[in-house]
Structure formats: C-alpha cells, structure tokens
C-alpha cells in the first residue's frame, strides 16, 4: 500500500488529503513549521520537513511526499528540494476527476474533483488543476502551474511555469500565457500574454498598479 506524507496542512491541503484517502493512499502525517491547532483529518504532526531526521519516514518503501502548498512559489521549491534530495512523489488525481490516458501528468501533480484533463493534453510536475477545471486537447501546462476552480483552457493553450490562472478564467485556444503570470478570476484571455504580468476581466487586459 502507499504512503504519503502531506508537506503543508492547511486549505488546499484538505483537498490532497481527500483526494489521497479516496485512492486508498495511507496519510501518514503532515509536515509544518508548527503542530497545527486544527487537524480535520487527524492527522500525526511530523515535524519541519527542512529538519532531515523528521524526512527518514519518507526512505520506507512506497512512500512519498506532496507538497500541498497553494503558493507556486513555495510549492516549486519544496518539490524541486524534496526530489533533490532523491524522495518521490506522485499524481494525486481524485477518482471524480477525467485524465485522458492519451494524456500526461507530471508527478506532484493534483487533480482535483471534477477536473478534465482531456486528449494530448500535456501536464507538468507539481501543477494544481483544480476542482472543475477543465484543460481541453492538446494544452500543455508546465511545472507549477495552478488552474483555479472551474478555469477553462480550450484546445492548444500554452500555460507557462508557475502561473496561475484564477477561479472560471477562460482562456481562449490556441492562446499562449507565459511564466509567473497572474490571471484574475473569471477574466477571459483572448490575447498571447508575456511573462510575469497580471492580467484581468473581459476582455482580459494588463493590470499594472504602478501605472495608476
Ligand atoms: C487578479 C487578482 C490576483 C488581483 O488581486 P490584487 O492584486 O489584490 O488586486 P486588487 O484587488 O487591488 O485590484 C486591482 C484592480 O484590478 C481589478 N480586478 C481585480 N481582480 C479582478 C478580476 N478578477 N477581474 C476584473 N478586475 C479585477 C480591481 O477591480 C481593481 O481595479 P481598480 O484599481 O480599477 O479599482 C485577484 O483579484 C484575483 O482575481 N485573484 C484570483 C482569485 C481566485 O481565483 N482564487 C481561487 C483560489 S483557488
């Protein structure tokens, strides 16, 4: 049987933490800074992960690591440290959620309930495709990367490392968004957009606070 020890327990780790446990995925505890004072899912508190006698439990056979941090920052580098460091993970995706097998997850990789992830589609490592998303044929999605609730990526659309594209966005197809760009909710992007920018509404356009 797996095992999985959960990095970060709180909000989005919740997910995980169903999403583990209706695979029939064993929890074998929570990394934090500190014991949390709410524990919904009993979960034993580990200790820091950055503490490496707290990390022997992850040297067991069949057992890994997710780091369920929201941050793609955060979350980027916990994965790249952790796998750094020779300790595995792996696709979480909930038994209510659609990954084509003419597709590809990366590891580290959530698929929440209801997310669609169809034909040719390309998903890197560590990335959130959240509940109700849909990521349509032939989109590619790269590392660390978040897909908030209900986003829609029509076919072809490009989402570069470690954006994030906010709750019922709706990118076009064919459209190619690039690194560290923030999509706010319910925007709709019908236009390529560069790294690091922040983009909004519909039609969705730059958003950039120091020009106001
Ligand atoms: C885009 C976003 C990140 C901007 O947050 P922020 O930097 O705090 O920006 P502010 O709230 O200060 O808003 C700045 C301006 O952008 C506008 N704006 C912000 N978000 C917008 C959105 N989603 N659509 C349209 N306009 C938006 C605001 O009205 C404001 O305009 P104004 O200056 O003319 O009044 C945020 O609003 C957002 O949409 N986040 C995504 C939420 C989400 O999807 N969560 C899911 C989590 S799983």
Redesign the pocket.
Known sequence: MKRVALIGYSGHAFVVADTLLSLGINLLGYFEQKKKESNPFNLPYIGQEEDEKNLEILKEKDTFFFACV?NNRIRSKIIKTMLGSGFQTLVAAHPGSFISEFSSVGEGTLAAPGCRVNALANVGRGVIL?TGSIVEHECIIKDFAHI??GAVLAGNVLIGESSFV??NAVIKEGITIGKNV?I????VIIKDIPDNE?W??NPGKK?D?NE?
């Open positions: 929201g959240n908030a609730p906010g709750a923030t706010g909710a319910g925007s922040m909004v509404g958003l606070k106001k």
